[in-house]
């Protein structure tokens, strides 16, 4: 923690960001932002520290800002710089030593199932922060919109049941602080970009989080925003450029809003004014837009993301609304990044069922423009909206299990479809069970597809138990509180206690489906071979030197008696395997039995 030894009287105390850094990162160079009344007229001086020196001050037409920037040597040792100025204030920053390995941490990939988390509705661990006196919104549970108690001291208390379910990363919508005065629980609206927000618990409990999550095998993916911040952020009031918001820091009424026409990015006839609407435009009036081809802030952002991979120890960052920030920019976020940490990842959101426009954004993508992007991993949505169709609609040689085939036959765009975030709902959509119309049958098959097919597994909050938002389409009700996390509830998913029938069975098949996907060869690594849809089945094999897995997903009501004759390049003249749910060691060498509306899945080992 930056220690503020003696300061003047003024405005604002004294504000220093990043509060700390480490010695031996590959990116030799700091800068650090002060933000004080009249910080700027000060002429700061690092007292002598072996290994590091103050190269240059920035300044801006805000007297209120200065940016220290620094060169930090590679035989700099950990302790605290010095920094003084003429008139007699000084600061103590920490430069500290580095997590052993911590350069060479390994991100989240194709063998991991990501668990998606609104942190305010799914445990309240610590009900004395629901309400944190100073802050603009109180608790109110029962308003659907209003932040209902959940924290990270729930997350933790849940830890147990979420090992056992099968979990290994944790997604949570960002916990950072947002001070704004309704609406603040989706954490979306971010008002200090290096703090969690009280009421969900502290920079050191998020910490505690990530270190005990790591002791069951799990690890923890950060939900960062590069685009936009929260209105009330100390930004709009004392900018520390001229340019660092967007059209001039004024939403004007809507006439500054985003168009969202993401495809102005690669279309070649696209205006420049329907180019700079949708980078440029805001999201609504309460987040402003942030100006990333401002230096000073491009550097800011960059440095952010470093220090809460290198502080929590992060396995992995998701981007909220990815493609809206400047491109230029996002290539050298996403290059310094992964600079630092080779083997680290990185999934961008981009909201588009077009994968020529989603796979634009992933490294090693040679794009027409030239653009070149170091984004290991993207989300698909493609798949997603595939998947919904093809189990709500009839089938034809043009709808039903044929969507999912075509989906999956456009990876030739990606440079790497392995490393895609495959999903069936998020905390953006109807949940899956909403989508599918409350059936249970299609349900069990579209999350069977989602953790068996190729691509990183992510799955929602209470996708196990079946939440509902049946009846509304508003974000409270999508991200509504999980069963057994909150007082006065009377159903428990952690003690299965009032949970149907319905519930505990896809609880059991969820379980049974993550712990087999964690220990799987074929599903973390195996190509996926996949056949064309007939007769209402879509059946695939994934395929690793260890081990076959084999699923048919049938979409009839009546049973099926299934010859696998067509499937004698990806059987490989093995003569038997194992169904994953019944454990009855079954014959390959004549036709198996699919029970109506049914995934099955079979193993070979």
Not at 97 to 112: C, E, P, T, V
Not at 511 to 520: A, E, G, H, M, Q
Not at 563 to 581: C, I, R
Request: charged share 20%; aromatic share 10%; with cysteine.
């Amino acid at each position: 923690m930056a220690t503020c030894l003696s300061t003047t009287l003024s405005v604002y105390a004294l504000s220093i960001s990043p509060e700390n850094w480490w010695v031996g990162m590959q990116n030799s160079t700091l800068q650090i932002m002060l933000h004080e009344n009249d910080v700027a007229k000060q002429h700061w001086q690092l007292m002598p520290y072996t290994g590091v020196t103050l190269k240059s001050t920035t300044q801006t037409g805000n007297p209120n800002y200065a940016f220290l920037n620094l060169e930090i040597h590679p035989n700099a040792q950990s302790g605290n710089l010095v920094f003084t100025s003429q008139s007699g204030a000084q600061f103590e920053y920490p430069l500290l030593a580095r997590n052993h390995k911590s350069a060479q941490r390994k991100g989240f990939d194709s063998g991991d199932i990501i668990y998606l988390i609104n942190p305010d509705r799914f445990v309240n661990g610590d009900t004395s922060n629901d309400t944190v006196k100073g802050m603009k919104e109180a608790a109110n549970p029962t308003d659907r919109g209003g932040r209902h108690g959940g924290d990270i001291q729930g997350i933790i208390n849940a830890l147990p049941y979420l090992d056992e379910l099968g979990v290994t990363q944790l997604w949570l919508t960002p916990p950072l602080e947002n001070d704004m005065p309704s609406y603040s629980y989706h954490g979306y609206a971010i008002t200090d970009f290096y703090n969690i927000d009280p009421r969900m618990g502290s920079n050191e409990l998020y910490r505690e989080l990530s270190s005990i999550a790591k002791q069951h095998g799990i690890g923890l993916v950060m939900d960062l925003v590069l685009n936009h911040f929260g209105s009330e952020h100390v930004w709009m009031r004392d900018k520390p450029t001229a340019d660092w918001i967007n059209f001039n820091g004024e939403f004007a009424d809507g006439k500054h809003a985003t168009s969202h026409a993401r495809q102005t990015i690669q279309d070649p006839h696209a205006s420049k004014f329907d180019k700079r609407q949708f980078n440029d435009g805001w999201f609504v009036s309460t987040m402003p837009d942030l100006n990333q081809r401002q230096p000073l802030l491009a550097t800011y952002l960059i440095q952010n993301a470093i220090w809460w991979i290198e502080y929590a120890d992060l396995s992995g960052i998701r981007v909220d609304t990815y493609s809206y920030s400047d491109k230029g920019f996002l290539a050298d976020w996403t290059k310094a990044i992964m600079a630092e940490y080779p083997a680290f990842n990185i999934v961008g959101e981009e909201w588009t069922s077009n994968p020529a426009i989603a796979s634009y954004w992933q490294a090693g993508k040679v794009n027409n423009d030239g653009y070149t992007s170091s984004l290991p991993s993207v989300m698909d949505f493609a798949l997603q909206e595939s998947l919904i169709q093809a189990l709500n609609e009839q089938e034809s040689w043009n709808t039903g299990w044929v969507k999912v085939y075509q989906s999956l036959a456009n990876d030739f765009l990606y440079p790497n479809p392995d490393n895609l975030l495959v999903f069936a709902d998020n905390h953006d959509m109807s949940r899956v069970y909403t989508e599918l119309g409350q059936d249970l049958a299609k349900t069990k098959m579209a999350m069977t597809l989602l953790l068996t097919t190729r691509g990183i597994a992510q799955m929602y909050y209470g996708t196990e138990i079946l939440l509902d938002n049946t009846g509304s389409n508003d974000h409270g009700d999508i991200r509504i509180d999980f069963p057994g996390g909150f007082e006065g509830q009377k159903t428990n998913a952690f003690t299965g206690h009032g949970l149907n029938s319905d519930q505990i069975d896809m609880q059991q098949t969820i379980t049974t489906l993550l712990n087999f996907r964690k220990n799987s060869p074929a599903l973390s690594q195996g190509k996926l071979t996949h056949f064309s849809p007939k007769d209402g089945v879509y059946s695939y094999a994934r395929i690793s030197d260890q081990q076959t897995v084999l699923v048919f997903l049938n979409k009839n009501t009546q049973a099926k008696t299934w010859s696998l004759d067509y499937m004698n390049e990806v059987l490989a003249g093995n003569k038997h395997a194992q169904p994953l749910f019944t454990k009855q060691v079954i014959p390959l060498n004549k036709p198996i039995s699919l029970p109506a509306m049914s995934a099955v899945v079979l193993v070979i080992e």
